[in-house]
């Protein structure tokens, strides 16, 4: 605490040189905590701005085609993202599909169903699971979890359920479904604890009354908080999606570097982000290097509409949820 | 719950079963995914814990990697590297988010605090490789990759991270503190360095070791910014080192199996050093609110 301060006698005027160095220090400390927070805006609209100026060249080249435009080819220098987006597109699609249900589940049982004592533990434990870097994931994912899914798995699948043309092709340690589980796992601490936050915010005079009324638990879930929170969970899935696109490294771990547009889960693949994460060192062309900023161009654009979307669907639920209470 | 016991017959209604049937699977199926995702955590935290453990010797803590064909050596230059790179980083990212934050709780109006805190948001959910990309662009193109441009990538990325934590800490600072400051003729800044902040210190802390514990898992920024090092241990920031995330990310995509090893052991350093900073600032954190708000 300022001792000095409170230790200035009342009924003496303060000196004037002891006022003006505190009006000073209030505007030194405003302008200096706000020229942080202005250089966060700053960077962040560097960032933008440098990723483009970088893809400039590919983008004035191969123009907006090079979005629709399948293959890699560095020998003609002729890049297109078509492919990439597509692996991006399902890696995390699927992902996402097991993923939501699962974290809903998690959220709902740490919020509901968990013992008291042992409630913040298994949070805390799922929490962690968020804490283990992407490369560590990938190491297991690359030796541990995918001669499983090759040897187990993507086998089983195929013999029950190969009509389906997502478990046709065959069996690999590698491939888009190992780097749909990596992304699972990375996605389901992410999105199940946000989840257990909007159910543990939901009134519990509603849960209760569901209840008075002879609901069981989960027909007082299915009918008031579902719906109560249906927007803040589709913000997380959206934030688990930002995530799964945006993931390099592990994904570049299990993938293995395929290319081409399959149905098949069991193939190797590439998005966008591995891609990029593969050729880091490898580029040898400027205009190859310009295609590669590309694809970080078409990644950041993609992520910051996932990510706006699904914060103006937070803050839009957490002004509605005080705006009720 | 089970009031509703079929109109006063003591035999339960088909109806009434099929509901609680259903009540009784929806809840199998969610502690079955609880306990799933437990599962996974000790299933990749045991295998790395079983392969790497065994790989960790003295030698690999000390030298650095042998020579092709030979056995042995280890990680030294990985080690100081991965420490030069995140402590450099968090040196960068720790004052400016403090400075952000206190704008966003202490100065900002309303508006243009909500922008500030939108602004991070978006930051922090930005792909960690293109901020990677950025750094490139913006530092390493024409003169080339150095540990302190890496250490830069991973600022922005704990920017955030430190701004968000240090603003939820002194958002529970109580007011009465302020006023009572403000009250005894102190000054806004006064206030602010010599009440607010003091109060949030251990928050701020346990806020920072978050960042830093997931700094140090970070790969993708390094590709770009500090790769390509020489096999030896150097704590010049100037110069480009190995680090722990990006050695093991290469090792793991090597075919032979000593490499695999030596990726293993390093898992196990990277994921001991990261539980445990996160576990015990986690506790902190908790122990640290509950003081404050009650």
């Given at each position: 605490?300022?001792a000095?301060?409170?230790?200035?006698?009342?009924?003496?005027?303060?000196?004037?040189?002891?006022?003006?160095?505190?009006?000073?220090?209030?505007?030194?400390?405003h302008?200096?905590?706000?020229?942080?927070?202005?250089?966060a805006?700053?960077?962040?609209?560097?960032?933008?701005?440098?990723i483009?100026?970088?893809?400039?060249?590919?983008?004035?080249?191969?123009?907006?085609?090079?979005?629709?435009?399948?293959?890699?080819?560095?020998?003609?220098?002729k890049?297109?993202?078509?492919?990439?987006?597509?692996?991006?597109?399902?890696?995390s699609?699927v992902?996402?599909?097991?993923?939501?249900?699962?974290?809903?589940?998690?959220?709902?049982?740490?919020?509901?169903?968990?013992?008291?004592?042992?409630?913040?533990?298994?949070?805390?434990?799922?929490?962690?699971?968020?804490?283990?870097?992407?490369?560590?994931?990938?190491?297991?994912?690359?030796?541990v979890?995918?001669?499983?899914?090759?040897?187990?798995?993507?086998?089983?699948?195929?013999?029950?359920?190969?009509?389906?043309?997502?478990?046709?092709g065959?069996?690999?340690?590698?491939?888009?479904?190992?780097?749909?589980?990596v992304?699972?796992?990375?996605?389901?601490?992410?999105?199940?604890?946000?989840c257990?936050?909007?159910?543990?915010?939901?009134?519990?005079?509603?849960?209760q009354?569901?209840?008075?009324?002879?609901?069981?638990?989960?027909e007082?879930?299915?009918?008031?908080?579902?719906?109560?929170?249906?927007?803040g969970?589709?913000?997380?899935?959206?934030?688990?999606?930002?995530?799964?696109?945006?993931?390099?490294?592990?994904?570049?771990?299990?993938?293995?570097a395929?290319?081409?547009?399959?149905?098949?889960?069991?193939?190797?693949?590439?998005t966008?982000?591995?891609?990029?994460?593969?050729?880091y060192?490898?580029?040898?062309?400027?205009?190859?290097?310009a295609s590669?900023?590309?694809?970080?161009?078409?990644?950041l654009?993609?992520s910051?509409?996932?990510?706006?979307?699904?914060?103006s669907?937070?803050?839009?639920?957490?002004?509605?949820?005080t705006?009720?209470? | 719950?089970?009031?509703?016991?079929g109109?006063?017959?003591?035999?339960?209604?088909?109806?009434?079963?099929?509901?609680?049937?259903?009540?009784?699977?929806?809840?199998?199926?969610?502690?079955?995914?609880?306990?799933?995702?437990?599962?996974?955590?000790?299933?990749?935290?045991?295998?790395?814990?079983?392969?790497?453990?065994?790989?960790?010797?003295?030698?690999?803590?000390?030298?650095?990697?042998?020579?092709?064909?030979?056995?042995?050596?280890?990680?030294?230059?990985?080690?100081?590297g991965?420490?030069?790179?995140?402590g450099?980083?968090?040196?960068?990212?720790?004052?400016?988010?403090?400075?952000?934050?206190?704008?966003?709780?202490e100065?900002?109006p309303?508006?243009?605090?909500?922008?500030?805190?939108?602004?991070?948001?978006?930051?922090?959910?930005?792909?960690?490789?293109?901020?990677?990309?950025?750094?490139?662009?913006?530092?390493?193109i024409?003169?080339?990759?150095?540990?302190?441009?890496?250490?830069?990538?991973?600022?922005?990325?704990?920017?955030p991270?430190?701004?968000?934590?240090?603003?939820?800490?002194?958002?529970?600072?109580?007011?009465?503190?302020?006023?009572?400051?403000?009250a005894?003729?102190?000054?806004?800044?006064?206030?602010?360095?010599?009440?607010?902040?003091?109060t949030?210190?251990?928050g701020?802390?346990?806020?920072?070791?978050?960042?830093?514990?997931?700094?140090?898992?970070?790969?993708?920024?390094?590709?770009?910014?500090?790769?390509?090092?020489?096999?030896?241990?150097?704590?010049?920031?100037?110069?480009?080192?190995?680090?722990?995330?990006?050695?093991?990310?290469?090792?793991?995509?090597?075919?032979?199996?000593?490499?695999?090893?030596?990726a293993?052991?390093l898992?196990?350093?990277?994921?001991?050093?990261?539980?445990?900073?996160?576990?015990?600032?986690?506790?902190l954190?908790?122990?640290?609110?509950?003081?404050?708000?009650?």
């Amino acid at each position: 605490m300022s001792a000095r301060v409170s230790a200035v006698p009342s009924t003496h005027p303060l000196p004037e040189r002891r006022r003006i160095g505190d009006r000073f220090g209030d505007l030194f400390l405003h302008g200096l905590t706000g020229a942080a927070a202005a250089a966060a805006a700053v960077l962040l609209g560097a960032i933008a701005w440098k990723i483009f100026q970088l893809a400039w060249p590919a983008i004035t080249k191969f123009g907006f085609a090079f979005v629709t435009r399948q293959g890699w080819d560095t020998i003609h220098s002729k890049f297109g993202a078509l492919d990439l987006i597509w692996g991006t597109a399902l890696t995390s699609f699927v992902a996402l599909l097991i993923a939501t249900p699962v974290s809903i589940a998690i959220g709902l049982y740490l919020s509901e169903l968990a013992p008291r004592g042992a409630r913040t533990v298994i949070a805390s434990l799922v929490e962690l699971l968020a804490a283990i870097p992407s490369v560590v994931l990938g190491l297991w994912g690359i030796l541990v979890l995918g001669p499983f899914v090759g040897t187990d798995l993507e086998p089983w699948l195929h013999r029950h359920l190969g009509f389906i043309p997502l478990f046709g092709g065959s069996p690999e340690n590698a491939g888009m479904l190992v780097a749909i589980l990596v992304l699972t796992i990375m996605i389901v601490p992410i999105t199940s604890s946000i989840c257990r936050e909007l159910f543990l915010g939901v009134p519990t005079e509603l849960e209760q009354g569901a209840i008075a009324l002879g609901a069981t638990r989960w027909e007082m879930v299915r009918g008031v908080i579902l719906p109560y929170t249906r927007t803040g969970v589709s913000a997380a899935v959206l934030l688990g999606f930002g995530r799964a696109i945006g993931e390099a490294i592990a994904v570049t771990q299990v993938i293995g570097a395929g290319h081409g547009i399959h149905w098949s889960l069991f193939v190797t693949g590439d998005t966008l982000a591995s891609k990029l994460a593969e050729q880091y060192q490898g580029a040898v062309s400027n205009i190859q290097i310009a295609s590669l900023v590309y694809l970080a161009a078409i990644l950041l654009v993609i992520s910051l509409l996932v990510n706006l979307t699904a914060l103006s669907i937070v803050r839009r639920f957490s002004h509605e949820r005080t705006g009720e209470s | 719950m089970a009031v509703d016991s079929g109109r006063y017959a003591l035999t339960l209604s088909r109806r009434t079963r099929r509901r609680k049937l259903v009540n009784l699977l929806m809840q199998s199926l969610a502690t079955i995914a609880a306990l799933a995702a437990v599962a996974v955590l000790a299933l990749v935290i045991g295998s790395v814990a079983q392969r790497g453990a065994s790989a960790l010797s003295w030698d690999f803590f000390t030298k650095t990697a042998a020579t092709f064909g030979q056995g042995g050596g280890g990680v030294a230059n990985a080690l100081v590297g991965s420490f030069v790179i995140v402590g450099l980083g968090t040196a960068m990212a720790v004052p400016v988010g403090i400075l952000i934050a206190l704008y966003v709780s202490e100065f900002a109006p309303p508006g243009v605090g909500d922008l500030a805190r939108l602004v991070l948001d978006v930051l922090n959910g930005l792909p960690s490789i293109i901020i990677g990309i950025f750094v490139y662009g913006l530092l390493v193109i024409g003169s080339g990759q150095a540990a302190w441009k890496g250490s830069f990538a991973l600022a922005i990325i704990m920017l955030p991270l430190v701004a968000r934590a240090t603003q939820e800490v002194l958002a529970l600072v109580p007011g009465t503190l302020r006023e009572g400051a403000l009250a005894l003729g102190a000054s806004r800044w006064r206030t602010v360095l010599g009440v607010v902040l003091p109060t949030s210190v251990g928050g701020i802390l346990t806020g920072t070791v978050l960042a830093v514990a997931r700094a140090a898992g970070e790969t993708a920024p390094l590709l770009f910014t500090t790769s390509i090092a020489a096999n030896a241990v150097t704590w010049d920031p100037r110069q480009p080192v190995l680090s722990i995330p990006y050695d093991i990310f290469v090792l793991s995509e090597s075919a032979d199996p000593a490499d695999h090893a030596r990726a293993w052991a390093l898992g196990f350093v990277l994921i001991s050093f990261v539980l445990v900073t996160s576990l015990t600032s986690r506790l902190l954190l908790v122990r640290y609110r509950k003081r404050l708000e009650g």
